[in-house]
């Protein structure tokens, strides 16, 4: 089982995207930078930013058909 986290916006955004792939760590996840191999892909973002909230909705977009 394989995760991919993407962190758009601020620093605290990456703390917690660390804190995420901890958690899937501990579930026996590994991390991959393929899309493909990807069980799990999951966006941090901000809202408050409006421009990191509007890549990630073009990411999803873009995504929509690997799974």
């Known amino acids: 089982?394989?995760?991919l986290i993407k962190t758009y916006g601020c620093q605290m955004?990456?703390?917690e995207s660390e804190k995420i792939a901890g958690i899937l760590e501990q579930l026996g996840y590994k991390e991959t930078k393929n899309e493909n191999e990807a069980d799990i892909i999951i966006f941090n973002t901000c809202a408050i930013r409006e421009n990191a909230e509007n890549r990630?909705?073009?990411e999803l977009r873009r995504i929509k058909g690997l799974k």
């Open 56 to 58: 990630v909705f073009g």
């Open 13 to 15: 955004n990456v703390h």
């Open 1 to 3: 089982m394989h995760y």
